[in-house]
């Protein structure tokens, strides 16, 4: 094999492996958060990071404070405060979510659409967040 040849192969091994990295999410897709996740009902300890994104009133809620998640339907989850306050978080997400998933996600101020959530330990992107009033 020549040196072109070589750097040929080289070039495209690095090629590879950053498509690959965009495919799997990479570095940018992580969600701020670390460990597991929590079933629906527990209490999320981790506070994470917070969101990447600035705030925008059109595709942000906040959510410090909102530490228990409970399922809504297979793409879509609930915060609520477990002070039992009159509003909860609603996040659509871009992947599956069972009632037995364990998710973990940010309480640190905000969270954005295009922010990530664990989903079973899975990078997951939010597609829609609401906040929803009891009254």
Sequence with gaps: MNSRSNHLAVNTGVV??????????GSNSSSGISGGGVIAGATQTSIGDGSDSNWDAAKCELVAGFTKWKWRRADTFH??????????????VACEILET????????NYLCVDDKVKVDNEDCSITSITTKFDN
Excluded: H
């Design 101 to 108: 998933s364990k998710i973990e996600y940010t309480t640190k």
């Design 79 to 92: 915060l609520d405060e477990p002070s039992g306050a009159d509003a909860n978080v609603s996040i659509m």
């Design 16 to 25: 590879c492996v950053v498509l690959l990295m965009a495919a799997c999410g």
